[in-house]
């Protein structure tokens, strides 16, 4: 097993429409979009956690369950402002929709690494400080529905 860190592999791309969801973006699609691997200094959420329902009955003393759902968690990036450019506040409106593509492992053609995040930018935020830390932002999403994980990296074109 080769084992490796995502900074310096892991890819992410913000992505304004995806065809197919589940066959995954297409090259043009990527080229497309925007690669935004660069921005995030700190990346939270991108996780689903599985809810069960108790179903006792009187055949045993254990009391069984089965699967009921799932909870996607609200995401956010935390990203580094841009003293000349306000690319990440014109990416990022309020309300806007799109993808977060997240290739796992770099940009491998045929990979089946590639998760796609639906999401809505629910909030942009300045954040603050009197101290030397490097100025950053935190835009916060809702992924409205279920994202879509292991899809093939396409060919490039």
Wanted: proline share 7%.
């Amino acid at each position: 097993m080769s084992r490796f860190i995502r900074r310096g592999i892991t890819k992410i791309y913000f992505l304004p429409a995806i065809a197919n969801l589940e066959t995954g973006p297409t090259r043009e699609e990527i080229t497309a979009g925007k690669d935004i691997t660069c921005w995030p200094s700190e990346i939270s959420g991108f996780t689903i956690s599985a809810e069960s329902v108790e179903v006792p009955d009187l055949c045993s003393t254990k009391t069984k369950k089965i699967p009921a759902g799932e909870t996607i968690d609200d995401i956010s990036l935390t990203m580094y402002e841009d003293a000349e450019k306000e690319e990440i506040e014109e990416t990022f409106t309020r309300g806007a929709k799109g993808f977060i593509y997240i290739m796992n492992k770099g940009d491998k053609p045929t990979s089946k690494s590639g998760d796609i995040w639906p999401v809505e930018v629910s909030s942009i935020s300045h954040n603050y400080s009197v101290g030397s830390d490097p100025a950053t932002l935190t835009v916060n999403f809702t992924v409205p529905e279920s994202p879509v994980f292991g899809t093939a990296i396409p060919v490039a074109a």
